[in-house]
């Protein structure tokens, strides 16, 4: 007697899992990219700092600070995740309002998060420091940077939240051109200009790239806010139904 597993979910191989797969490649090569670039733009930012003078206060200082930025970044990777899949979810349900209301109400409760973490930041900017040294040269440099961590903190509680609506929404390609353009021709020069030719230093350095961070999010929240949730829907539709047949079609928008 043969017995077969699956028949329900396994149909067998066929050319057709190889449709459009070029598609599928480009998509993923702009989500490298895209990724690559902004975790780039971080480490660029210490080898800058490392030759300035007193390197080790400055890229000591500067360490704790993103050491803690990137506590704050772990949840809202998170949040990245669940916003991407559900604005998704929601365009190829057919439900541009849904996607339009979730991107809304996700946005805030992040920038709600990060103005609390800021908050925190602020009200023990002399003490966190203790965390990772006892050397008080080191910590009355934290200190002063502890503004900045603040501004950084709030930024970044709200970028990567639009960086996942651009995932579910496929914009990988254009938000890979937005933050080359904003990290690496604004915010690097800049950070360069103010750390090496003014008295800043550390802090000159940051301040850009603040600046190229604080372009990128406004250029995406534009965009955002610009956009067609219909037409994306309808754009969605025709992606589905290319891909996976005709049956493949959402429901009427709503």
């Not at 210490?46 to 772990?74: F, K, Q, R, Y």
């Not at 998704?88 to 309002?97: I, T, Y």
């Not at 849904?98 to 990060?114: D, E």
Request: charged share 15%; net charge neutral; aromatic share 12%.
């Amino acid at each position: 007697m043969e017995r077969r597993w699956c028949t329900e979910c396994w149909k067998g191989l066929s050319w057709l899992a190889f449709k459009d797969l070029w598609d599928f490649v480009k998509l993923s090569i702009a989500s490298a990219v895209m990724l690559c670039l902004e975790i780039w733009y971080f480490m660029t930012i210490i080898v800058l700092t490392g030759h300035l003078d007193d390197p080790i206060i400055a890229v000591g200082s500067l360490s704790i600070c993103m050491n803690l930025n990137g506590w704050e970044g772990m949840l809202f990777i998170g949040i990245n995740a669940a916003i991407s899949v559900r604005v998704s979810n929601e365009l190829g349900l057919g439900h541009p309002r849904a996607a339009k209301y979730s991107v809304i109400i996700t946005i805030v409760q992040s920038l709600c998060i990060g103005l609390f973490f800021g908050a925190i930041i602020l009200v023990t900017k002399n003490y966190f420091a203790v965390i990772f040294t006892d050397s008080k040269e080191m910590q009355e440099a934290v200190s002063r940077l502890a503004f900045l961590l603040c501004i950084t903190m709030v930024l970044n509680s709200v970028q990567p939240v639009i960086s996942g609506v651009a995932v579910g929404g496929g914009w990988q390609a254009l938000v890979a051109y937005i933050n080359l353009f904003s990290y690496y021709v604004v915010g690097l020069p800049f950070g360069f200009l103010l750390g090496y030719k003014t008295s800043l230093r550390v802090e000159g350095i940051w301040i850009g790239m603040i600046c190229g961070t604080f372009l990128q999010t406004m250029i995406l929240l534009f965009i955002v806010y610009k956009t067609n949730w219909n037409k994306e829907v309808e754009q969605t539709s025709e992606r589905m139904k290319r891909w996976m047949g005709k049956d493949a079609l959402p429901s009427d928008p709503t």
